[in-house]
């Protein structure tokens, strides 16, 4: 049950990213071709909520969804989702930069043409269907108790503000040429700067909750006990010796890593199966909880005490005679 909620949940949060590049992709295409620099700012913004929402989830998930197994310690550092995501934040902050600076050129130029009214149709079906595909994201995502109804919110928020103001700036602009109103002419280019600078913020933010978020990876987690319980009720699991759960991104996504004690006599196939369960139980139970790796070590009782594993091998008495 909470496996088909996991992956319906995934194939909601793959809608909107793939809605998020397909409207960037058009509104940056209408974009250049009417000659709005504000659209071209929202096309990027776009392209940020739509990236943001995909760094999130690649600790998890490979790029086309599909759910890593164990991973050994020879596998990719787990630095690689920051970094990607830093890389990406650079970028839409110097793209953000750029169309400020494309802006204010133009408008120093004083040659100013408004945009043609394809911009406006673009931005009046931005609207109507991101609108939609957020009521079916937040819809779906906060009927399965998902945290991360809360940050599609925020999201939905600002490329809300983002496209009005391009809405506002490309009408009040083709207005003024209309009225031969000279001021208002420059209202698209005004719209740009506005949003060049919801592009930088997103860059920014992206940047603070990728470096921030590693910086916090060991602290303790409000379900650290649960998890806990959880591993202990497994079959063959003597004692859990260390556990590490590691907190990440805008989602609060949640990796684990645990290390357990089995019986020395156990094989190493039965140890791998124990693994297994563990990683299962974490990753079905746990909604939050994207990846488990699993540490199995035989149970060493140690000095003064004596296992029964030892008992049996040892000939001499155990009472004084």
Known sequence: MNNERLNHTETVVWTGIVTDFALALCKGIVGYLSGSKALIGDAMHSAANAVTLLVNRMPSTGIFGYKSSIRSKRDAPETAEPVISILF?????????????????????????????????????????????????????????????????????????????????????????????????????????????????????????????????????????????????????????????????????????????????????EAQEIAERIRKLLTHRFIQVTDAKVAVVPYEPGYPYKSNYDLMDNDMPTLTQ
């Open 89 to 269: 934040a650079v970028l839409f902050i110097m793209g953000g930069i750029q169309i400020a600076i494309s802006a204010i050129q133009h408008m120093a130029s004083g040659n100013l043409q408004p945009p043609t009214k394809g911009a406006i149709i673009a931005v009046l079906v931005s609207l109507a269907v991101n609108e939609a595909v957020f009521q079916y994201q937040y819809r779906q995502i906060k009927r399965n108790n998902d945290p991360r109804h809360a940050m599609l919110s925020a999201d939905h928020r600002f490329a809300l503000y983002s496209s009005l103001t391009v809405l506002v700036g490309v009408s009040l602009s083709m207005g003024g040429f209309y009225f031969e109103w000279a001021p208002l002419v420059y209202m698209d280019s005004i719209a740009a700067l506005i949003v060049s600078c919801l592009v930088v913020r997103k860059g920014y933010i992206l940047i603070v909750h990728s470096v921030y978020g590693t910086l916090l990876e060991e602290k303790r987690h409000e379900h650290e006990a649960e998890f806990m319980d959880t591993i202990q009720r497994v079959h063959g699991v003597i004692t859990v010796t260390e556990l590490k759960v590691q907190e990440y991104g805008q989602f609060r996504h949640v990796n684990i890593e645990v290390k357990i004690t089995v019986n020395p006599r156990t094989s190493v196939l």
